[in-house]
């Protein structure tokens, strides 16, 4: 079984909840949201969500007790298609997912490029459903932090899934226009170290052709000699996605594999496709950019 480990401070940094006292409207449930037609990854009837719950915190919208995993398609125009795809994967601390910001946003910024974009929702670790025993868990999640406890949790079920919905997207390559040789897939917080062990841990038909990390999956890892290309971006005043020094880089620098690292002087954790007034705001141009210079949105009829 594998396992990741988050800062306690999850719950309240990346949502900016400042303390588990806050009540509403800080932290509400809200009805599901309209989304584009998902299609389920575990045979479950589609848009079955027996046990998921929305939940509003603080300016962030998340889902959480996921336990029917889905893939969300979101096409490019057909004139305008490189044939080149990403999977995405949310972050939330493996406890939700956010999946509208990091999901569905993301997939429509991939999309306007001409790279069809499919928004992962996978399995997360359940958390209390009603709001009262929700804070007091994330209280629980802040003391532990405070003491300088991290809080351990399981990725398993998560990697999995991405193997899945990329097995999923090369299957239908014809059908969305794709290449099955240039299917990626990126993640942000915990949703990069899906990605990254995406690339891993799951069968050669389930492993991502590149892979991009954002704000998460910085850790060290014995980093194969097959491993995807891989980009990297994070901020220096991050406070959850920790590092000491970036040995996930240097261990794919090692292994010989193409590798690229984006280090903004501010950002915070969750800065998304960028941040205001942070040069943070540069990194989706230079992640296109560095997937054109790899040869990823060369499309076919190209030399």
Known sequence: MRKSVYIGTLAFTLIGVPSAAQTSPAVRDIPAPNSPPSIPL??????????????????????????????????????????????????????????????????????????????????????PVAVPDLLAYFAQLQA??????????????????????????????????????RVGMIGFSSGATVARDAAFVNEPGGRPDFVALLYGGLDKVEVPATAPPMFAAVAFDDKIARFDGFPVVAAWHSAGRP????????????FGLGRPGTTSLGVFDQLIQWLDIQGFLKRKTEK
Do not use: C
Request: glycine share 12%; no cysteine; proline share 5%.
């Open 42 to 127: 575990d045979g479950s009837v589609a848009g079955s969500a027996d046990t998921e719950v929305w939940t509003r915190l603080g300016t962030l919208d998340v889902v959480r007790n996921v336990s029917h995993p889905t893939l969300t398609p979101i096409l490019p125009e057909p004139g305008n298609a490189t044939g080149a795809a990403v999977v995405i994967a949310p972050g939330g601390g493996m406890i939700m997912l956010a999946l509208d910001a990091e999901g569905w946003q993301v997939a429509h910024a991939f999309a306007r490029r001409g790279i069809a974009a499919f928004v992962l929702k996978y399995r997360v670790q359940p958390t």
């Open 144 to 181: 532990k932090a405070e003491k300088g406890e991290a809080t351990e949790t399981d990725s398993t079920a998560a990697v999995k899934d991405a193997g899945t919905a990329i097995a999923m997207v090369r299957a239908n390559a014809a059908r969305w226009g794709v290449d099955p040789a």
């Open 259 to 270: 590798v690229e690292l984006h280090a903004y002087q501010s950002g915070g954790h969750g």
